[in-house]
């Protein structure tokens, strides 16, 4: 299961993903950050509470790091899980 929250009163919106980023979420990931935009800014992600991210959400990840989404906090998990080779 996957739990996506807009957090209230930041500015660009930082969107917090908690449990487990698995491929049948990421379109609604895709969706949400696509809906999160403000103009030219980019939202950021809170990853300090993903527990556990399948290949293709890792791919995802990496993808919208690319995309110049950021990453403001993350889980030793997805830590090292983004600071290996690309699958």
Request: with cysteine; glycine share 8%.
């Amino acid at each position: 299961m996957l739990k996506i929250t807009r957090i209230p009163g930041t500015d660009p919106v930082v969107l917090k993903l908690e449990g487990q980023l698995l491929e049948p979420w990421l379109g609604e990931v895709l969706a949400v950050c696509a809906g999160a935009r403000s103009g030219a800014e980019q939202p950021r992600l809170d990853l300090s509470e993903v527990n556990y991210v399948d290949l293709p959400g890792a791919r995802l990840l990496r993808e919208l790091r690319r995309r110049g989404i950021e990453i403001v906090a993350r889980s030793m998990f997805v830590k090292e899980l983004l600071n290996t080779e690309n699958p």
